[in-house]
């Protein structure tokens, strides 16, 4: 069975920054594609981030530039590094892959307030 654990969020000022973590079993992140999604209030759930193999990050334009995807494949755990956060960036965050996605996790919330 496939999980995912997504830790590392927070209340944190529009500016700041949040390194959220997932931590993935009973799959092996190191083959295919992994991916960053979020799901804002009142919204459906979008991909903002996604890599295969190291340095081969994808952003969403929304993020781009702001944000960074990392892995580690010896801990099977995937990274994504929030920088200069916006109110906008507000959502629960969540880790599961493009394609043949797994269930999902209960995600970590991020809060983006003065």
């Known amino acids: 069975q496939v999980r995912a654990v997504e830790s590392g969020g927070g209340l944190v000022q529009p500016g700041g920054s949040l390194r959220l973590s997932c931590a993935v079993s009973?799959?092996?992140?190191?083959?295919?594609?992994m991916g960053w999604y979020r799901q804002r209030p009142g919204q459906q759930r979008e991909l903002v981030a996604s890599?295969?193999?190291?340095?081969?990050?994808n952003l969403a334009d929304s993020v781009k530039g702001r944000f960074t995807i990392s892995k580690d494949d010896a801990k099977n755990t995937v990274y994504l590094q929030m920088n200069s956060l916006k109110p906008e960036d507000t959502a629960v965050y969540y880790c599961n892959r493009p394609t043949t996605q797994f269930a999902w996790g209960q995600g970590t919330r991020v809060t983006v307030s003065p």
């Open positions: 890599i295969s193999g190291p340095g081969s990050g």
């Open positions: 009973g799959t092996f992140i190191g083959f295919g594609t």
